[in-house]
């Protein structure tokens, strides 16, 4: 302890002497240290900004590119969706815009006013016409008079015709031949071959009238097929395949 102290008192005037000679010496050294800190500190910052605009700079520009690009595959994909619209009319038939302000469509198996069952879609008409001048009709929307392959076909004919007839009958695609005794899809199949659903079994031999099949919806859906002359009046069923693109 007593050796530290007089070191100390021993050092202290020439450590203060020193201090005071050289006062000015150091605050110009700090201050030139100051300004050399203070020049790199700037040049960082502007270096740092240069770099934060360049690099935002290249970004939008980027962005801008990719912007452009999907404008331009927009525009490419517009055109081709109007082209195959203009190519293929049945196409707004199949897939009707269902909102004019959006311009979205809607894509359905059958057409406007078909109802779908199984792979067809049937039309059930309210106006009336004799047996050919329905299949004519029929076929003038792309199908024929229905036929009725299956017993799950025959209540979904039978079920939608009861919900829209108001007692109306319709005509089946089903033509007799009195000569041979037999019956005929109009499809050319003979019916003997599926489910039948009269509600009398029909004996046409020897019938010379042109006679055609009728379904009337009353309360039995597998007893509710009638035998008409083919010159009456009545309503029709008709069928089409759903729309494929095969
Ligand atoms: C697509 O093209 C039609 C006519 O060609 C145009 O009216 C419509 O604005 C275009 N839509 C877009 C998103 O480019
Ligand atoms: C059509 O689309 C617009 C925008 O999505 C919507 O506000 C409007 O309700 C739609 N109209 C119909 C009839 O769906």
């Not at 199908?143 to 799950?152: D, H, M, P, R, W």
């Amino acid at each position: 302890m007593g050796v530290n102290n007089g070191l100390t008192l021993q050092e202290g005037p020439t450590t203060k002497a020193s201090t005071e000679q050289c006062d000015h010496k150091p605050l110009a050294h700090y201050l030139s240290l100051l300004c050399f800190m203070l020049t790199i500190v700037t040049l960082l910052q502007t270096l740092c900004l240069v770099q934060i605009t360049f690099t935002s700079q290249s970004r939008s520009i980027a962005q801008e590119k990719k912007l452009q690009d999907l404008t331009n595959r927009l525009r490419k994909l517009n055109q081709s969706h109007h082209l195959l619209f203009t190519q293929y009319p049945a196409l707004s038939q199949y897939c009707p815009t269902i909102n004019s302000s959006t311009g979205d469509r809607e894509c359905r198996p059958c057409l406007a006013d078909w109802k779908l069952n199984g792979d067809k879609c049937f039309y059930f008409s309210e106006d009336r016409a004799d047996w050919i001048s329905s299949q004519y009709r029929c076929m003038s929307l792309g199908g024929a008079v229905a036929t009725v392959k299956t017993e799950e076909e025959q209540e979904f004919l039978f079920k939608t015709a009861q919900s829209l007839s108001q007692g109306d009958s319709y005509w089946l695609g089903l033509r007799g031949s009195g000569v041979e005794g037999t019956w005929q899809w109009s499809d050319g199949t003979p019916l003997e071959n599926g489910p039948q659903f009269w509600y009398h079994q029909p004996d046409i031999t020897g019938e010379s009238n042109e006679l055609c099949g009728r379904l009337t919806p009353a309360d039995n859906y597998r007893r509710s097929w009638f035998i008409s002359r083919c010159s009456g009046q009545l309503r029709r069923i008709c069928e089409r395949r759903q729309a494929s693109l095969q």
